[in-house]
T-cell receptor, first 112, second 113 residues
Framework: QKEVEQNSGPLSVPEGAIASLNCTYS??????FFWYRQYSGKSPELIMF????GDKEDGRFTAQLNKASQYVSLLIRDSQPSDSATYLC????????????FGTGTRLKVLA | KAGVTQTPRYLIKTRGQQVTLSCSPI?????VSWYQQTPGQGLQFLFE???????NKGNFPGRFSGRQFSNSRSEMNVSTLELGDSALYLC????????????FGSGTRLTVV
């Protein structure tokens, strides 16, 4: 079992819809969770991070964390074609405080 | 504020050679991490430095090494290059312990032929 799993996609949503991206992790003691966006040919850029169970909102983005079920999700409201990118989930495991474990990413396509 | 700067952007090397990649973190950032990104494996952690000390190392062979200087700039070295080392090498910096996320540089694209 991979430490951090994401559906590779592509996930296609129409413009204006809500895109829901999911990530599961295996280390139950993980404390920190991050979402990065990576455009083709570019480096990853941080969208948001979450530490506590529940929801965290930042503009059109909402991160949701459920530690009991070991999943973290990212919702993108009012999706735009410019949101088309690969979204990477990163988890900091308990065994390595400064090491991020990345999922392989979900490719999102927002259709105009 | 300048971002994370990586040099060179592109490199072509021959099998068996060695290569050194450079990373200048955001001013004031003391934590630097290195990642390898390939289409098949995604982003894989190489190592992390803080104040010239390596705090974590990923599961890569000893051919991969790194160091950090007193000004927080970091280098990574790969010796005896193999075809499988062809990848995008990303450096990321953080002000502290990475608790609030790392900022990535543009990467160095290494091609081994």
């Amino acid at each position: 079992q991979k430490e951090v799993e994401q559906n590779s996609g592509p996930l296609s949503v129409p413009e204006g819809a809500i895109a829901s991206l999911n990530c599961t992790y295996s280390d139950r003691g993980s404390q920190s969770f991050f979402w990065y966006r990576q455009y083709s040919g570019k480096s990853p850029e941080l969208i948001m991070f979450i530490y506590s169970n529940g929801d965290k909102e930042d503009g059109r983005f909402t991160a949701q964390l459920n530690k009991a079920s070991q999943y973290v999700s990212l919702l993108i409201r009012d999706s735009q074609p410019s949101d088309s990118a690969t979204y990477l989930c990163a988890v900091v495991p308990t065994s390595g405080t400064y090491k991020y474990i990345f999922g392989t990413g979900t490719r999102l396509k927002v259709l105009a | 504020k300048a971002g994370v700067t990586q040099t060179p952007r592109y490199l072509i090397k021959t099998r068996g050679q060695q290569v050194t990649l450079s990373c200048s973190p955001i001013s004031g950032h003391r934590s630097v991490s290195w990642y390898q990104q390939t289409p098949g494996q995604g982003l894989q952690f190489l190592f992390e430095y803080f104040s010239e000390t390596q705090r974590n190392k990923g599961n890569f062979p000893g051919r991969f090494s790194g160091r950090q200087f007193s000004n927080s700039r970091s280098e990574m070295n790969v010796s005896t290059l193999e075809l499988g080392d062809s990848a995008l090498y990303l450096c990321a910096s953080s002000s502290g312990q990475g608790s609030y996320g790392y900022t990535f540089g543009s990467g160095t694209r290494l091609t081994v032929v």
